[in-house]
């Protein structure tokens, strides 16, 4: 039994409001439950030097936490003079995972970037920020198009992401916050539209796990991937 | 003429919508115009080091602003590895402005941290922080009395702020981000609901300005103010 | 009565020694009474590459304190790592005073930077750095005409500063540091010989403040300045 | 075909040689063919304030990487003034894969620091990193064992790391650097003595990867980390 | 023939000015020629955490250079974020040098921090920093003897420094900035006031040098430190 | 009577392993008994921008130390987010040392950065870091002169390092860690192979030194350089 009653391959309500900044070239916000993220995609077409000339354009990514996003306040980043591991290995790992749906060449000498800064958080923020930045960008490369800067078509297909888990010994999809703390193992996916992996990172939090459970979180997050997957849509078409 | 079209003693529409955080103890979105800023109040029980023992308690503030809550995308000052000095400045000036209002003894040994983050950034950032938070600390307060963690009335008196500003010769209320650009005097005043003064900050962009001229800056936030305090009366009886 | 003896608008005695230092192109030591701060203008003619081209110099602040400048000792910023929030709010706001009476055009592509460190501290070490810095300046603007290096009046007036305040219930004229650590209301003004305002900091630090005891410090503050720009042009014409 | 020539399913030569350190509590430098890294373990019996009066130990890592144990020079990371996301990355995942073994409450309230230092980096400087810090944490759990410091067996199991990936469309074990820059997709393994799952990290480089692909690279995991466990076990009982 | 006309074992006008700082419990301003520094002796009572119920004191120090103390401005170190090796070097020598003739038991439980600031750099700051100060030192220990604070006679002997060089082919004694710079050995003799070593660094900056220029460098160095040492007897019976 | 037993003219066994890295220009494994230092010579072909265009080429080195090299486990100063002072102060003595033997025009436009890491420290980590990257250096400047990348011959002499002290009153050669912590006094010595001096660092640590000791120190000290001399002599000719 889950705390939220939910079944075991049911995802928390998800919602995607796009254009939810003035000035930003795409924009969202991404709520998984009472997860919300807001995700901005910023054009900037000067390349930082290491990439000029390359004809070849680079998405990144950066992620943040509101102090009081959690249940107890987290110190701000900004004081403290740095971003923590576990903040970098996320923005990393959002980065890598729109890069692998986006055709560089095709972007042309543009930079795009992703900020994910979670306002409410609830569990699954990373899963939420790919999720929704995912959005973002997409607005943000039709403003590209729109003004003719790029050479081609920039997206392979779209990229979602979603976490499993073991929860008191069953697999359960898009764990919260309070099934987050206490499962045994916990895994992220990211995928395509397509319904291909672009990472996945599995972790045995109590137990080590074998490959049955394994198989058993890939198909659920093959499903909760494909619901997603529509949302985007949807959320793109609207 | 005002680039809004607005009469030079009208403020933008302001509205505080409260408890939008699932956690904090007190929170508001407040948006002056299309300026937004989430204000959050976190109550500590723990309190500083330096305070412990005292018999008071302490408020303070920090201040953030989203990369993306400008036209262009503002460094993370996470990734810079410190606050601006800028960002420094406006959170000493929350903090002092809320201090004035509240007893620290009344408050007993808890800190409450306000966090002012701008999603969006159109001018009168700092402004508009300081009126959310009042209204945010008023709810924490509220917590906290609930709980019989206070030693009798905390609150003083409200506060709130307005800038005030002399544009292209005229002074005018609670400028914008087009008006702040260009005005000769930016003033920033943050006065108690009777309609006394915390902090005044007026500093000649331009030209530098007279007596006249700020007196007719004060009788505009005074007005300012006192539309403000109603609308944080309101926020807090709904 | 005050801790020194002093007449409610009375000054300390103020003192400002010209070109102490063999090296910077403009220099003073000025005093405040006990305060004491050397005041030092570097020009540089490579212009911050943000600024290089735009047919205009520039003209900036750092300040700083010596470890024992105060009661007891002080971290030094240099060994904390960073800059105070304090240090930062003090040298933009030099800076800003400063620039109000620069022609920024005719001063060309060059950069001067004033550094003022205090080296003995008693109250209003940033209206004295002000003070002090005009002076320095003026000569380092000098030190550049020599060398035809202007294209024009650069200064379109002079500049000072002092602080006024609330001390046991009546409006006084700089305040000391004993007087600074109980004052009511404290307020720093910066003016220019004309005396007009170019920057108006007024802060409640017990009970908030009333337009008339603003009017009386503003009344007290014009009686400094022009005080003070006398002995600026006495040091100037020495 | 493999720049090494190396069959898909063959390992580099692995070589662990224990004691290389006088002084730390448990030592090896472990070779994964040219890739070389000296693990260390320090036992530390103050715990840091967080974990104190559990009635608990901790097993944490730091990984780092000489300057010139890469193709061209590497900034340090000391003079960089910060530890790099990948850095931070890796040592994170490392402290996780060795605490998936560890008893915490049968370490007793000691402290066991794994650092785990790149002479020669030649890919799979992480999966060496865990195999080799294993090695050099059980001597360290000896070490506590022969003073009594325990409370009961520490180990559950033994862990080792290995790398598969995607290489010109064929799937092969332990990449090696010239294999690691083209892998289609790259993946870590991290496993028990016992065959079951600490860590999965997987990531597409380029393509997306479906289920029958990383179906082959566990399969290729679970032959590599069961070698490596005999390499530890003879590494231990010499 | 030396740029300053010196012959080649004259120092140059060395002027100690006692007790220039209000509030420091020691403290001299110290000129060799144009090199001038501030230094003061700081008396604390807590110990830092490392060092407290061990029965002895401690004796640190500070070195700090004003931007504009040189020819052309260097950078203020609080804002570059972090002392200049230079720096730190130099203040470790300072107060290694004064804690060779401390007896730290006889001090008693009190830590003194001289800071060494320097306000003009003509060269020969580090020699002339522990020269001074050890005159506030001095006069910090006795600050700590009129309050019976000490456990004995604390200052074993007294200690100066003095720098040397070969400039030119010939031994130097005290090299001024324009010497410095061109010289081709450089050496900094730090000695009691018994005429004994308490550091000794000799760097050859052109051409290495032999052990007969070494010995001419020694007795140079004795001569001049002799002479330091009478200054400040002087100046500390004044 | 020395802690190892060793005659007080008697150096610890030396060896010096050359060509350990397998990327880098230069290197070598350099032991003094139980320290043991990893030095690597890397070869940029670009020079930082203050030396670009001065027709000469520049020699500089860094330092560090694995944390468990040490007794008790160092904390790691990428963590830490800076380097010691003790670490800036060493690395700067080995970048002095080398450069005093490398004629930087006959270098050309090249940049080699020595790397010292301490993987075991049992003394004189300083002293073996210079006499091993004095080798390394001597392989990275063969590798140019093979690509005819310099402009005449490079080297002026060879240099090399030693430690000498008084310990229980006598003079003794090569301090290992015991020794060097009850030292009276500690002195580095840096000498080219023709037996002058580059570089003398003498520091009384217990009681003051006189000119009799340090003769007898001098007089060790050019006994072990001569004798490290002919293994960097043979070492290279290997």
């Known amino acids: 039994m889950r705390p939220s009653g939910r079944a075991p391959d049911q995802m928390r309500a998800v919602t995607i409001e796009r254009n939810v900044s003035l000035k930003a070239e795409g924009s969202c916000l991404v709520s998984f439950g009472n997860t919300r993220v807001l ?4 054009v900037e077409t000067s390349l930082p030097g ?14 943040g936490m509101l102090p009081r996003a959690t249940g107890t306040r987290t110190r701000r980043e900004a004081t403290a003079g740095k971003q923590s591991g576990r903040t970098q290995e996320i923005q990393r790992l959002i980065g890598r995972s729109l890069r692998a749906v986006v055709d560089l060449t095709a972007l042309g ?3 795009i970037t992703l900020d994910c800064d979670v306002l409410e958080a609830d569990g ?14 997409s607005d943000a490369i039709r403003w590209l198009e729109e003004r003719k800067l790029t050479k081609g078509p920039v997206l392979k297909d779209s990229v979602a992401a979603i976490s499993c888990g073991i929860y008191r010994g069953s697999p359960v999809l898009d764990l919260d916050y309070l099934e987050d703390v206490e499962a045994e193992t916990d895994a992220n996916f990211v995928m395509t539209g397509a319904g ?8 045995a939090e109590g137990a080590p796990f074998d490959r049955a459970e394994l198989d ?23």
Chains 1, 2, 3, 4, 5, 6 share one sequence.
């Open 216 to 238: 058993a979180l890939m198909t659920l997050a093959g499903k909760g991937i494909s619901e997603l997957t529509e949302l985007q849509k949807a959320a793109l078409s609207a």
């Open 50 to 63: 290491w990439l000029r000339g390359k004809g070849q354009g680079w998405v990144t990514a950066e992620y």
């Open 109 to 111: 000498e543009s930079q």
């Open 124 to 137: 699954g923020t990373r899963t939420a920020s790919i999720t929704g930045a995912y959005v973002a960008l």
């Open 196 to 203: 291909k992996f672009v990472e996945i990172q599995g972790t």
């Open 39 to 42: 995700c901005t995609a910023s």
